[in-house]
């Protein structure tokens, strides 16, 4: 499966952040340092960025399900990036960078966030399952086992 085969993205919003633009285009407040929207096509990989990233804000937040079909700004696949000044970790993986703002007809569902009361641990998102890793890798290691 090629990363063009991805029918939904996900990005992780502030609710307050995204209900403000409802209908219209929406840009986090990273965009103008980063340039772009990070996203991810793998549901399995939002809770470990929501944590690494996000676990210090205070706001609630929503997962967007994004319809790539009907996203109006250019998508690509690049390796893992910074948000704002937090340094990314070191993956092979590659990641949706979208390149300019997301059109609020392409959200195909608006994802409920639960996050831990006492420390703001991101715990699920509710709706998303987890899914076997289809995105493409910079580099693939495969172990070959010979026994």
Not at 61 to 89: M, R
Request: aromatic letters at 8%.
């Amino acid at each position: 499966m090629s990363h063009q085969d991805h029918q939904h993205i996900y990005h992780l919003v502030q609710k307050p952040l995204w209900e403000a633009t409802r209908g219209s285009e929406y840009l986090p407040p990273t965009y103008a340092h980063d340039g772009f929207i990070h996203a991810t096509a793998e549901a399995d990989q939002l809770l470990g960025v929501a944590n690494h990233f996000y676990k210090d804000v205070k706001d609630p937040f929503i997962c967007l399900q994004i319809d790539t079909a009907k996203l109006t700004s250019e998508v690509k696949y690049e390796a893992a990036a910074p948000v704002g000044d937090k340094v990314a970790h070191a993956s092979t993986r590659l990641f949706p960078h979208i390149f300019g703002p997301i059109n609020a007809d392409a959200v195909s569902a608006e994802l409920p966030v639960v996050r831990a009361e006492d420390d703001g641990t991101f715990l699920e998102i509710q709706g998303v399952l987890p899914t076997q890793s289809s995105l493409p890798h910079a580099t693939t290691i495969t172990p070959q086992n010979n026994k």
